[in-house]
């Protein structure tokens, strides 16, 4: 019988393969996440009433709760209510779901989510596992809106006003951190 030597070679394809496969699986199931988030953020402007009214208020704040629980997972309790009271002051909240339920447009979270998922990392915890982390994301994205690449594009009021309420709820969360 004869023995296979690995060579450095074949031993980095077979770790390669193992990486692709579980590569493959993450961004299946962060992908799954995302789409399902979007999809239940274009769906909810029916669900929850736009006024001013505490069910209203409840029912959105238990919806960025579920939200917040799939992005980050392991993030304190106080980065989560940092989260909540940040997108009720601001009227959005980090992945671009406005107070009436609806997916208002493509967060930097959201953007910054993608690409973690591209380069194989997790997406399932984004914001880290302590106020610092999550300070640090909400800090890269707050620079990004200021700093964004496509500063040249016109842009409508609609995504002008969506953008400043994106910054004003960073700002919000990093001062409630």
Request: glycine content about 6%; aromatic content about 8%; proline content about 1%.
């Amino acid at each position: 019988m004869e023995s296979k030597v690995l060579t450095a070679n074949l031993q980095n394809d077979r770790f390669y393969g193992e990486y692709c496969k579980i590569f493959k699986q993450e961004a299946n199931q962060s992908g799954n996440a995302f789409a399902d988030a979007v999809s239940k953020a274009g769906n909810l402007e029916r669900s929850f009433d736009t006024g001013k009214d505490a069910q209203g208020k409840q029912s959105i704040r238990k919806y960025r709760e579920k939200v917040f629980d799939q992005i980050a997972a392991n993030a304190p309790a106080n980065v989560k209510k940092a989260w909540l009271d940040a997108a009720d002051a601001a009227g959005t909240d980090g992945m671009g779901i406005s107070n009436s339920g609806k997916l208002d447009h493509i967060s930097q979270l959201m953007i910054m989510r993608v690409e973690r998922g591209y380069r194989g990392e997790s997406t399932f915890n984004i914001l880290g596992n302590s106020v610092q982390s999550a300070m640090r994301v909400a800090r890269e994205a707050l620079y990004a809106l200021e700093h964004s690449l496509s500063s040249n594009q016109p842009r409508t009021a609609e995504q002008i006003e969506n953008r400043e309420k994106e910054k004003l709820f960073y700002q919000e969360f990093i001062k409630r951190l």
